[in-house]
């Protein structure tokens, strides 16, 4: 993939911040860009203008390498190029199983591979997903920061088909 701020409120940031994922002082690495208002509208609709929805860039490396960091300097280990074949819920851990044959007993999982994770297999017993929410976006830059203010949740210019 490339390089792309996740968008998310300033809100669901900040409680990363609460947590002790990332301090407050790394807010300003994480916000890449915030914006108000932000913008759903269809076509031949009137724009319905929300704010502090979805107004925050989140750059992911930099959230990533900080939370990361923080993790373990505190002892976590994180274990790249071990790919997951299951995880069985135990009375206190979880017991994961790396397609290598490795065991490992953790207290906490965070699944961070969407639709096509093997826990999400393993939950849906092999089901496809129920539906899809396809997005499509764009990476830009360049822009004159003053009419640089909001962004769009979904829109759509054209009626649908």
Known sequence: GREQDWNASRKEVMELVDAGVISADELAQVIGI???PV???FAGGEDVW???VLNVGVRPERLIALARARF??????VLEGSPLASVAVRPGAAVLTTVGGTV???RLVVDCMGQRSPIVAQV???APPDGACVVVGSCA???DAEFNCFGDVIYSDTLTQ
């Open 72 to 77: 373990e300097a505190a002892g976590g280990v």
């Open 124 to 126: 849906r017993g092999g």
């Open 39 to 41: 913008r759903c509208g």
């Open 141 to 143: 830059d360049g822009f």
């Open 50 to 52: 929300l704010n502090d």
């Open 34 to 36: 915030e914006f108000n």
């Open 104 to 106: 490992l007993r953790s």
